[in-house]
């Protein structure tokens, strides 16, 4: 591959290598302060999630369409406790925001929660409805899976038209190999492993998102710099190249096309 001039993020006094963030909530991030500081530091995109009806409303209110991308879903831990008419209402919330929100997400499975076969089932129900929902508005989806790896690779199969972040990665390297044939994105958090250091090692560049999840597992989108750093260092790519790539590789991913003013158009 030919390497191109890093291209520098100028943001009024320092250049700085530009950054972002494919995961986070930012709506549970109490101080305001810590998210404008991110984003002066250089994560000039961040994707913010929501998981239930009030974060996907919060998450709408904090995107600027500059710095924060807003992609709404509702998380597999809710499945139980969802009431009547919220599966629709967040479904209608998006449709009437499409051109607003950048994925749908985070959705997905996860059965280290899921107690009995009926949870299996209504989590199941919730993200294939989603997933029908990105299907058609064209979304790319934000996928959530613990401890499910095989059941959501086998529900997103027949489902090719679909663009998939699969967020927190959490497979080894044979679901890498699957999720890498069908065009998938690798989503990796600020967490190390041997498994994780595997799956890096045999994944292209061009595959990964990098995500903190703050403030779930990071604290702010600033630890995104340190899941730039961890995938660069194991590829053996310089902190600038790999920071273009994986910021590159975000903004298409998301449709985010902040030249044309806001997002995906
Ligand atoms: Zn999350």
């Not at 991308?69 to 599966?87: D, T, V, W």
């Not at 790896?149 to 529900?155: A, F, K, P, R």
């Not at 920071?243 to 991913?253: C, G, L, V, Y």
Request: with cysteine; glycine share 8%; hydrophobic share 40%.
């Amino acid at each position: 591959m030919r390497t191109t001039m890093l291209k520098e993020f100028d943001l009024g006094q320092k250049t700085k290598v530009e950054l972002a963030d494919a995961h986070s909530h930012l709506d549970l991030i109490g101080d305001a302060g810590l998210i404008e500081d991110a984003v002066e530091y250089g994560v000039a995109t961040i994707v913010t999630d929501g998981v239930d009806t009030k974060s996907n409303l919060k998450s709408l209110e904090m995107a600027d369409g500059k710095h924060i991308f807003p992609a709404l879903g509702i998380g597999p831990e809710y499945a139980n406790s969802l009431q009547k008419g919220e599966l629709e209402f967040n479904l209608k919330l998006i449709r009437e925001n499409a051109k607003r929100v950048v994925a749908i997400g985070e959705i997905g499975l996860d059965y280290m929660i899921a107690e009995d076969a009926k949870n299996r089932t209504a989590q199941k129900r919730i993200f294939e409805a989603f997933l029908d929902l990105a299907e058609e508005l064209k979304l790319p989806v934000c996928v959530h899976s613990r401890k499910a790896m095989d059941e959501v690779l086998s529900i997103l199969e027949d489902r090719k038209s679909l663009a998939v972040q699969l967020h927190f990665f959490e497979g080894d390297v044979k679901d890498a190999k699957v999720a890498m044939d069908r065009g998938y994105m690798i989503s990796i958090p600020p967490i190390e492993s041997a498994k994780r250091k595997r799956v890096i090692n045999d994944v292209p560049v061009d595959r990964f998102l990098a995500e903190t999840d703050s403030p779930v597992v990071g604290s702010t989108p600033k630890d995104v710099e340190r899941v730039v750093r961890m995938i660069g260092g194991i590829k053996g790519i310089d902190y600038g190249r790999i920071a273009q790539t994986i910021t590159a590789n975000t903004k298409k991913f998301f449709n985010i096309n902040k030249e044309k003013g806001f997002m995906r158009y």
